[in-house]
């Protein structure tokens, strides 16, 4: 079992940037993948970003692709979410998630576990 909480969320102007950050716990979370997702009032979860347990394999969604970097910290069992240049689109509620199988995953279904979520709000 994995617990993950995500804190960093807020409000923010465009053009301004936020650090997201995931805790893990569990005795195995640092093997774990790890990816971002958003979901915007009235719309479905859609996927952020995703990074390899090792770091080594990092994906993203063309909106976000030269703004947001995904980085993990296994030792400390974090995976972070730094976002710049936000635009008022990208607010959404985040969540963390944790996929248990190895290989990329951009789908809701394909992972295990979440975190309840933090608000980020982008003014314009």
């Known amino acids: 079992q994995v617990q993950l909480v995500e804190s960093g969320g807020g409000l923010v102007q465009a053009g301004g940037s936020l650090r997201l950050s995931c805790a893990a716990s569990?005795?195995?979370?640092?093997?774990?993948?790890m990816g971002w997702f958003r979901q915007a009032p009235g719309k479905e979860r859609e996927f952020v970003a995703h990074?390899?347990?090792?770091?080594?394999?990092?994906y993203y969604t063309d909106s976000v692709k030269g703004r947001f970097t995904i980085s993990r910290d296994n030792a400390e069992n974090t995976v972070y979410l730094q976002m710049n240049n936000l635009k008022p689109e990208d607010t959404a509620v985040y969540h963390c998630?944790?996929?248990?199988?190895?290989?990329?995953?951009?789908?809701?279904?394909?992972?295990?576990?979440w975190g309840q979520g933090t608000q980020v709000t982008v003014s314009s």
């Open positions: 569990g005795r195995t979370a640092s093997s774990y993948a």
């Open positions: 998630a944790a996929k248990r199988t190895s290989g990329l995953g951009i789908s809701v279904n394909d992972y295990d576990y």
């Open positions: 990074i390899s347990w090792s770091g080594g394999r990092i």
